[in-house]
């Protein structure tokens, strides 16, 4: 087996990662001062079950690294297929997302946005350097499962929001 570093195109890996369909959720957290912050992502897996864990990574370049790093908590909310404005808002930096978006605090002192399907309050565990982002393993504390939504996640696929076909 070699170790061989090959060179691959960062605009054709971004296009081919584009063809893994994910789901679409907002990561938030809170500074130490209690102000929130939260980025859209889909860099999101379940990590384990025992104990109930979660792996999120986040761009060293995001405003909500440094507050998550210090309170050592996060809130995974899968959005709804209605989801989809909400998204684009915290896709964006350097504008307080939070202005006109419904959330409580959880149990961990993470926000809980409103609406969605779920939401996963973790505590972190362990952070691991993973190229340019940092990997954050967090173990579920508490989870916020919204059984009045239809159960449509907002998806993403090819560079563009995808919905599940319905059924006939």
């Known amino acids: 087996m070699s170790n061989e570093s090959t060179s691959v195109d960062v605009n054709d890996f971004r296009r081919a990662c584009g063809l893994w ?36 990574c986040v761009d060293r370049g995001s405003d909500t690294l440094a507050p998550m790093t210090q309170s050592r908590v996060f809130c995974v909310n899968v959005l709804a297929r209605e989801q989809e404005a909400l998204s684009n808002c915290f896709a964006k930096k350097g504008q307080d997302k939070f202005s006109d978006v419904a959330f409580t605090p959880g149990s961990t002192g993470a926000p809980v946005l409103a609406g969605t399907l779920v939401s996963f309050e ?27 939504q239809d159960g449509q996640p907002l998806l993403y696929f090819g560079g563009k929001y995808a919905a599940l076909a319905q059924g006939s």
């Not at 001062?33 to 979660?54: D, I, K, Y």
Request: glycine residues 12%; proline residues 5%.
């Open 21 to 56: 369909g994910t789901g679409v959720s907002i990561v938030t957290t809170c500074d130490a001062e209690g102000r929130p912050f939260g980025l859209t992502m889909n860099a999101v897996s379940s990590l384990s079950l025992a104990p109930p864990m979660l792996l999120v």
């Open 122 to 148: 973790c505590a972190v565990q362990h952070i691991y350097e993973g190229g340019d982002h940092q990997i954050f393993c967090g173990e579920v504390r508490a989870v916020h499962a919204d059984r009045s």
